[in-house]
């Protein structure tokens, strides 16, 4: 079956960096358009970063030049580089694929930026 499991969430503080990983299984991944989302307690889920096929990224403006979102095709793996963490970057993260009508999630993984 489809999984898709991020990695490397955690405790850092403000100004630190944290490397998120989202390993794939079960799809052809070199296909899928890979995202990866965040969500803040009370907040609405918000598309932070997205890398196609192609290699076509784009940024939410609040994370550009701090985030750097990457992929592996030979190990099916998304990544997002975070770099200059902020503490409104404090979420909940997960990765998302997409190709045609498919949609897959990932469970998520904590990030907490605090002093």
């Known amino acids: 079956q489809v999984q898709l499991v991020e990695s490397g969430g955690g405790l850092v503080q403000p100004g630190g960096s944290l490397r998120l990983s989202c390993v794939t299984s079960?799809?052809?991944?070199?296909?899928?358009?890979m995202g990866w989302y965040r969500q803040a307690p009370g907040n609405q889920r918000e598309l932070v970063a997205i890398?196609?096929?192609?290699?076509?990224?784009d940024y939410l403006e609040s994370v550009k030049g701090r985030f750097t979102i990457s992929r592996d095709n030979a190990k099916n793996t998304v990544y997002l580089q975070m770099n200059g963490l902020k503490p409104e970057d404090t979420a909940v993260y997960s990765c998302?694929?997409?190709?045609?009508?498919?949609?897959?999630w990932g469970q998520g993984t904590q990030v907490t930026v605090s002093a």
């Open positions: 998302k694929a997409d190709y045609l009508r498919n949609v897959y």
């Open positions: 079960g799809i052809i991944f070199s296909l899928h358009r």
């Open positions: 890398i196609t096929s192609s290699h076509s990224t």
